[in-house]
Structures are given as C-alpha cells and as structure tokens.
C-alpha cells in the first residue's frame, strides 16, 4: 500500500485535478477514483484498513489486490502528464524531468518510424542534455544520432562530429561513474548507524588521492558533486567541524556559478554547513543558513525531513525548547511523515522522547504539543518503534539508553532505575572505551554514581565532580562523536537529572545497598 500511497501523493499536490486532467484519468465515481481519494485523505493506510474500506462499501475484499493494481498502472501512466515548472525546483531539475520525458517521446517516434520528428527533437534535446551536464543523458543521444547519421542520414560530416562528441563525453561518464562508485561505497557504512568511523575517513582519503586529477581538469556536475562530497567525507566522518565548513564553502561557491541554479547540491552542502555551525557553536550563523535552505528544499521530501532534524537539534542545543517542540510537533504531525524510512521515522521518535523528557522535568509544558499524537508517550512503545538504531551501539543507541535512565529517575521508580543500571556498566565496557564515545563514557558513568549514592542530589553532585569536570574538558565541537548523538547537550542534561534527585536520602538508602 505504501506505494500507491506515494503516488496518490506525488498527483494530488500537482495540478492534474484542478485543471480537469485527473478526471480523465480516474473516472468520476470509480471505485479506482473512491481509492484514490481514500489513501489522499488517509482513509485508507494500510491493506487491511483497504479492507475493511472495501467492506464497508459492500464491495467483495478479494477484489482489492485488482483494484490496486489498476490504480497503480493508471497513476504510473500520467506521470508524463505532471507539470514540473513548480517554484519549488531549480533549473537544473526542471530540465531533468523536461529533458527525459522528451528522451522517451523521441525515442518511441523514432521506434514507431516518426523518425524526422523523433531525431529533430533529439537534435534540440542534445543542446538541454549538454548545456546542464547530464552527461549519461547526453551519450544515451549521441549513440542514437551516430547510428542515424551512420545509416539513415549518410551525413559523413555530421557522423563524424557526433563520433567526437559521444567519445568525449564517454570519458566523462567514466569518471563520473567511478566517483559515484566510490561515494557509495563510503556512504553505505553510514546508513544504519551514526557511529564515527576513523577506517572510513582513511577510505575516503583515499578515494579522493585517486579523484583529485579528474576534478582538477573536469568540472562535470556529478564528478564534483560527488567528488567533493567524498573529500568532505574525509574529515565529516571523524567530526573535524572546521575543516568540513570550509571545503563546504568552496563546494556552495562552486556551485553558485554554474550557469544554472542547481539547487540539489547547495541543499547537500548547506545541510553539512549547518552541522559544523552546530558543533562549533556558531548558531546565528546555523540559523540564517537554515532559513535559505527552508526555500531550496520540497516541502515533505526526505532532504526537507533531514534539515528539520538539525534546526530541531540547534533549538535544543541552545535551550529554545519550545522551539525544537513546535518543529518536532510540525513534522510527525506532517501526513507523509508515517511514509518514510526508518532513518526519519526512528531518530523523531528518540527527538520525541527528550521532548516528553523535558516536559517531565518542568523545562516544557506540554501545552506546546498540539498534535493529538503527542497527547500520551509510552517509552515501552518508543523502545519497540527503533529497533534499527538500538542495535548501533556506538552510535544512537546511546541518546535510546540514557532516556531509559532519566524517565526512571525523572518518575521516581529507582528499583526500575537499578534494574536498568544493572547492564550499563558492561555496555560501557564493550562500547564506549573509544575516542569518539568519550562523552558519552563519561554521562553515562556519571548516571552509574546515582544508585551508588542513594539518589541524593548533593552526594551524587560531590562524587560525580570528577567526571563532569572531564565532561567540560572535551566540549562537544571539539569531541570525536557524532552530532546526532546528544540530542540534549551532557551538561545541560546533567544538570536536569541532578535537579530531578531527591534532596534526602533515607527512602533511598535500601535501594542502594542492593546494587551490586
């Protein structure tokens, strides 16, 4: 279902129904159209409330998986007919969606013996393909004109010169591809864990010794896009913030003289821009860049997701936390947030957890959260709905672990808080020994001293002294972790648990002396 849910989506916010087109496609009163306008208005989610839709309609179930399918193939055929001159897109993808639906119409005139239409318009099309450096796009049409000019046109001349070109070009695509290559093979090691990896910056070091010729003699958009993408992979992967800011500036200076607005790559590395800014404190400066990126970016699209978690993070971070509310409220309240992976779906659940947290603590009134989906938090649920990052035991399961700790401690439950406590000791031995996790080695040793000392705040503050001060000492834009990770900065999240601790310690003191 979630892929007719997609493209229910994708027409519905085009034009098609207003300018009459959709009533062509679907006709009125359909049960196809019924369907459609079901999973638009989120009616129907899933197979089974399709079901019980259909049921309800007294229309016979087994029919469903036939309708889908109608429904799917009568939505695939009008993607040609969408309009894609929104405001939203930059030139360069207009271009994208204008140039390959011409690719497609040529090529099936040229097939269906239209063949003066059809290469007249690969002629006028190769001037689009060249101009904004699609270059796969661009060999996919000279290969076509060197067979037409080879036999049908008999132009020697003009064979000759399509000969050059398609050649040419080859080149390009080949280191094109090899960067693409190398990109994705660094890329990959990221997707299902945040976790700093040293191996892969040398990788990535690597890789770029290989490229750096190719991206000194050629400036084809996706061989810098890509290759620059993997020299900021060298030194984002093991959190050097201020070299990362400064190739991400040449990178958006780059790309802001192309002749064209290219957009997709100034998204890529203003969103790493914001990051360092993050982590190096610069947050006027997050901020503003924040704000340009909000009109680059298609509302609902993963990339809009993405760059909602960091001006979530940078409220966090600098305590406006009716703020990171308000976009956390916004965004699992948006209608395509339940489609989307689990990379977006896991990580605003844990963002969920802190904000519940802060409510809890008295940082927040719950009055901020308007979405009905906030009204109760069950942290039982939360633990089911991210099993991916609770297995990235250097990475996200960290901010996953520590919550665990604080609602005990923030709800008073201390036996549950032990019980919790009783693995931690171990985790930290097996996981957090290294550089990259040393804050989060100390928070969570600090969180360890509570049961030892009764849950008293003035015990718990004297005896953690030592490893808060270790804390302070390596800040975060300097540490060798992963942004993603302290979703609250330690020292403000220290501050809170201690404030939460009780003041006396004598209903506490049998809890301690059970603690191994």
């Known amino acids: ?40 208005s ?14 309800e309609g007294g229309d016979d179930a ?13 939505m695939l055929d009008s993607v040609f007919l969408l309009d894609f001159k929104e405001p939203g897109f930059s030139d360069r993808q207009r271009a994208y969606f204008e140039c390959y639906k011409k690719w497609a119409a040529a090529m099936i005139l040229v097939m269906r013996n239209a063949k003066v239409v059809g290469y007249d318009v690969l002629e006028k099309l190769l001037r689009h393909a060249i101009r904004f450096e699609f270059t796969e796009l661009t060999c996919d049409i000279l290969r076509a004109l060197r067979i037409h000019y080879s036999t049908t046109g008999g132009d020697l001349k003009k064979y000759e010169s399509i000969r050059e070109q398609l050649h040419h070009y080859q080149e390009i695509w080949h280191l094109e591809n ?31 010794g290989i490229i750096k010729p190719d991206l000194e003699k050629c400036e084809s958009f996706k061989l810098q896009l890509f290759g620059r993408l993997i020299q900021v992979f060298a030194y984002s992967s093991v959190n050097d913030y201020v070299t990362t800011a400064r190739l991400c500036e040449e990178a958006v200076q780059f790309f802001d003289q192309k002749e064209y607005d290219s957009g997709f790559p100034l998204q890529i590395f203003y969103y790493n821009l914001i990051t360092c800014y993050l982590q190096l404190r610069e947050f006027e400066k997050g901020q503003q860049i924040i704000e340009r990126c909000q009109g680059l970016v298609e509302h609902g699209s993963f990339n809009w997701f993405k760059l909602q978690e960091l001006f979530f993070l940078l409220a966090m971070h600098t305590a406006h936390y009716e703020t990171a509310a308000r976009i956390m409220d916004r965004v699992m ?48 649920k939360f633990l089911n709905e991210t099993p991916v990052f609770s297995k990235d035991k250097r990475g996200m399961n960290i901010p996953i672990l520590v919550i665990q700790i604080l609602y005990a401690l923030a709800d008073r439950e201390y036996q549950q808080c032990i019980d919790r406590m009783e693995g931690i000791e171990k985790y930290c031995s097996r996981y957090l020994k ?33 490893l808060y001060s270790m804390l302070c000492s390596v800040p975060m834009e300097v540490a060798n972790q992963t942004y993603e990770i302290e979703i609250i900065p330690y020292e403000a999240l220290w501050q809170m648990t201690v404030n939460a601790l009780e003041k006396e310690p004598t209903r506490t003191e049998s809890l301690r002396m059970r603690l191994p």
């Not at 207003?18 to 079901?38: H, N, T």
């Not at 090691?189 to 040398?202: D, F, G, I, L, W």
Request: proline letters at 2%.
């Open 333 to 380: 309240g948006d209608a395509r947030f339940d489609n989307q992976s689990f990379q977006i779906t896991e990580v605003w659940k844990i963002y969920q957890a802190y904000i519940h947290f802060l409510i809890k603590v008295g940082k927040l009134s719950a009055e901020n959260l308007s979405s009905p989906r906030h009204a109760r938090f069950k942290l039982s």
């Open 178 to 208: 090899r960067v693409e290559d190398f990109y994705t093979e660094l890329i990959i090691r990221y997707v299902n864990s945040k976790a700093t990896k040293m191996e892969v910056s040398e990788q990535a070091k690597l890789y770029y």
């Open 434 to 466: 290294q550089n990259d996790t040393f804050r989060s080695n100390c928070f969570i040793k600090m969180l360890l001293q509570i049961p030892i000392y009764a849950f008293h705040r003035e015990r718990v503050t004297r005896q953690t002294q030592k």
């Open 62 to 74: 087994s029919k469903l998986p036939n309708l889908k399918n109608k429904l799917k193939e009568r």
């Open 42 to 55: 989120q009616k129907v989610r899933s197979d089974e409330e399709a079901l019980t839709w259909l049921s």
């Open 1 to 40: 279902m979630r892929d007719l849910i997609e493209l229910a989506n994708l027409l519905n916010k085009t034009k098609l129904k207003s300018s009459g087109i959709l009533g062509i496609i679907l006709e009125p009163d359909s049960k196809m159209q019924q369907l459609y306008d079901a999973l638009v």
